[in-house]
């Protein structure tokens, strides 16, 4: 239990959005939590782990109950069945005690040396100077012109050993090295022609890269640094011919299109993440999905995740995918999602606004009656431009008369 159960960053450093996913999916799991347990449950986790959350709290509780303990527990390898029997069982307020007592005990971080050893060139030792001398005390008889003209200095002499000192001073200064040249010139290896591909031998070496490549565009990329093409570069016309030739291209395609598929459910139909996570330009994976035949099966996924955000039963959810810009516009339903959202919050406004004095104190009504945090109301509010209007509204508003 000592393990993993140490804090990685403080719970104010947990962000936002993720805490309220959590906090969304304890309630869906019949176990709600206060925000500042999941901040502290959150801390266990490093900020790297933050998409492996919210990858989770994206789909529906696989066991109940099951607190924000128990979802850093499941992240880190659990059964969600044990970890729902570990939350009725109280495992999880033992951890909780347990990782505030290792905060305690961890030692303050040492404080950083101001001196740091440098390897800059020593400055020269500074010559004498001889001091000053005294002026003379002003003669009553000086005129103004005697007083403003320049003074003149005595000449300063160097003493001979302080100058060879200075000349002997080591010098740490980068100079620019020749080209190494005979034997120890480096030169790329030499490209062999893809016509060696076309041979018996060559099918085990394409066997080979297909098991270390999930998609042909990789295998282009990694076979173009060793095989020439008939007319310079390798061409991923002549890899799928070499490929077709030896009876491996169904193997391939049906590798890719089991990625593809599992890249846009897993990624909720963001075309963009897909072609991150798969290595592929959006020409690319746009020319994959053609050769593929599968343009038609990836718009019924996006559809389908298109339909899920903008018919979402949670007020909680549909305010998180407000903040998500770039999954929306990939989706290409941002003006109508933003549109929508108003209209319903214009509407939930509309009955509570005779009791509010502020918008913060409106949203905070809202929250509350719809099971939504107030923090994600007020910033739908002024993101979608509403809060304008209801500042206008609240403030012109006369105060509540008592009998």
Same mark, same amino acid.
């Given at each position: 239990?000592?393990?993993?159960?140490?804090?990685?960053?403080?719970?104010?450093?947990?962000?936002?959005?993720?805490?309220?996913?959590?906090?969304?999916?304890?309630?869906?799991?019949?176990?709600?939590?206060?925000?500042?347990?999941?901040?502290?449950?959150?801390?266990?986790?490093?900020?790297?782990?933050?998409?492996?959350?919210?990858?989770?709290?994206?789909?529906?509780?696989?066991?109940?109950?099951?607190?924000?303990?128990?979802?850093?527990?499941?992240?880190?390898?659990?059964?969600?069945?044990?970890?729902?029997?570990?939350?009725?069982?109280?495992?999880?307020?033992?951890?909780?005690?347990?990782?505030?007592?290792?905060?305690?005990?961890?030692?303050?971080?040492?404080?950083?040396?101001?001196?740091?050893?440098?390897?800059?060139?020593?400055?020269?030792?500074?010559?004498?100077?001889?001091?000053?001398?005294?002026?003379?005390?002003?003669?009553?008889?000086?005129?103004?012109?005697?007083?403003?003209?320049?003074?003149?200095?005595?000449?300063?002499?160097?003493?001979?050993?302080?100058?060879?000192?200075?000349?002997?001073?080591?010098?740490?200064?980068?100079?620019?090295?020749?080209?190494?040249?005979?034997?120890?010139?480096?030169?790329?290896?030499?490209?062999?022609?893809?016509?060696?591909?076309?041979?018996?031998?060559?099918?085990?070496?394409?066997?080979?890269?297909?098991?270390?490549?999930?998609?042909?565009? =990789?295998? !282009?990329?990694?076979?173009?640094?060793?095989?020439? #093409? *008939?007319?310079?570069? $390798?061409? /991923?016309?002549? +890899? @799928?011919?070499?490929?077709?030739?030896?009876?491996?291209?169904?193997?391939?395609?049906?590798?890719?299109?089991?990625?593809?598929?599992?890249?846009?459910?897993?990624?909720?139909?963001?075309?963009?993440?897909?072609?991150?996570?798969?290595?592929?330009?959006?020409?690319?994976?746009?020319?994959?999905?053609?050769?593929?035949?599968?343009?038609?099966?990836?718009?019924?996924?996006?559809?389908?995740?298109?339909?899920?955000?903008?018919?979402?039963?949670?007020?909680?959810?549909?305010?998180?995918?407000?903040?998500?810009?770039?999954?929306?516009?990939?989706?290409?339903?941002?003006?109508?999602?933003?549109?929508?959202?108003?209209?319903?919050?214009?509407?939930?406004?509309?009955?509570?606004?005779?009791?509010?004095?502020?918008? =913060?104190? !409106?949203?905070?009504?809202?929250?509350?009656?719809? #099971? *939504?945090?107030?923090? $994600?109301? /007020?910033?739908? +509010? @002024?993101?979608?431009?509403?809060?304008?209007?209801?500042?206008?509204?609240?403030?012109?508003?006369?105060?509540?008369?008592?009998?």
């Amino acid at each position: 239990m000592n393990t993993p159960w140490q804090r990685q960053r403080q719970p104010d450093d947990v962000p936002t959005p993720v805490a309220v996913a959590v906090s969304d999916y304890c309630r869906r799991a019949k176990s709600p939590a206060t925000p500042t347990e999941v901040r502290e449950a959150l801390a266990l986790l490093a900020e790297a782990d933050d998409f492996r959350v919210r990858t989770l709290t994206d789909t529906e509780p696989q066991a109940r109950p099951l607190g924000p303990f128990a979802v850093v527990d499941v992240l880190n390898g659990t059964a969600p069945e044990l970890a729902a029997k570990r939350q009725e069982c109280g495992y999880y307020e033992v951890v909780q005690e347990l990782a505030r007592v290792h905060e305690e005990k961890r030692p303050p971080a040492p404080a950083p040396t101001p001196d740091v050893p440098t390897f800059a060139t020593p400055a020269p030792r500074p010559a004498n100077v001889p001091a000053k001398p005294e002026r003379a005390p002003k003669s009553s008889g000086e005129t103004i012109q005697a007083r403003i003209a320049p003074r003149k200095r005595a000449a300063v002499e160097e003493t001979p050993y302080e100058a060879e000192e200075t000349e002997e001073a080591p010098s740490f200064l980068k100079r620019e090295l020749p080209k190494p040249r005979g034997r120890f010139t480096r030169l790329d290896a030499p490209k062999t022609s893809f016509q060696e591909l076309t041979r018996a031998s060559g099918k085990e070496t394409l066997e080979a890269a297909l098991e270390a490549h999930d998609h042909r565009f =990789a295998l !282009l990329n990694s076979l173009a640094n060793q095989y020439n #093409g *008939a007319r310079g570069d $390798l061409t /991923l016309s002549e +890899l @799928e011919g070499v490929l077709g030739a030896h009876g491996l291209m169904e193997a391939m395609a049906s590798r890719e299109r089991q990625a593809l598929l599992a890249g846009y459910t897993e990624h909720r139909g963001a075309a963009g993440r897909v072609g991150w996570a798969l290595g592929l330009s959006p020409s690319e994976l746009k020319q994959l999905e053609t050769k593929l035949g599968l343009s038609q099966e990836v718009e019924e996924v996006r559809e389908r995740f298109r339909r899920e955000a903008l018919t979402s039963r949670h007020l909680t959810q549909r305010l998180d995918l407000l903040g998500r810009d770039k999954y929306l516009a990939d989706l290409g339903i941002k003006k109508r999602f933003t549109d929508m959202l108003r209209r319903e919050l214009e509407v939930l406004v509309r009955d509570e606004l005779s009791g509010a004095t502020t918008v =913060a104190t !409106l949203a905070e009504v809202v929250g509350r009656k719809h #099971g *939504a945090p107030s923090e $994600l109301v /007020l910033r739908a +509010l @002024e993101r979608l431009g509403v809060a304008g209007e209801l500042r206008k509204r609240t403030s012109n508003t006369p105060p509540h008369s008592t009998p």
